[in-house]
């Protein structure tokens, strides 16, 4: 669930985000509005461009290179698992009745594991995924495989029995994959996310900003 945020004055002329450029810089403020109450979310460069980036042609990858690089964030895994952490987060925002959190906090530095972003942007309307030991020869990261990450994010938030809706929601309404994934995340804001996608299907909740900017 997205949340209310706050910026301080200082944070424009902080040294770290001054060397930000413009678009990593929104991108690092609108990673707050999706963390928990102590700064912590799940790590995937594709919802992040989803949820902040949608209509920009962005490089995810890069911009979370930039932020990552002045350690404004932090990328960890735990069981197989990614988040990460925005650095400082508890001092700089206030928070009234703090939720803690869900999610596992960051091992301490010795057992820090930190797992270099996805790659995103131009690549990310391309089908398929490279494979691992070639993309970690070349030093890059494997494109994201948009089909796959609609069905088991779908699966996830529909039900384990709906693929034909996600085949139906790519094919009849979202034409490509990225597309079906935001709408995807945004019905699993929703209290009943099926009744929202089958509503999407029937073209009968045109008001969801969701649904008029990705179709």
Known sequence: MARIRSIKPEFWTDEKVVALSPLARLLFIGMWNFVDDEGRADFSPARLKMQILPADSADVSELLGEIR??????VYAIDGKE???????????KVDARRASKLPPMPNCAELRRIAPTDQGRDQGKEG????????ASGASAPIDFEKLAFERGKDVLGKTAGGVIARLKNEKCKTWPATVAVIEEAATKQSPMEWVQGVLRKADPDEAIYRNVL
């Not at 690089?69 to 932090?74: A, G, H, M, N, S």
């Not at 988040?83 to 925002?93: I, P, S």
């Not at 995924?129 to 970690?136: F, G, H, P, R, T």
């Open 129 to 136: 995924i490279k494979d691992n030991s070639e993309a970690n």
């Open 69 to 74: 690089r002045e350690k404004l964030i932090e």
């Open 83 to 93: 988040y990460f952490q925005v650095r400082g987060f508890a001092k700089h925002q």
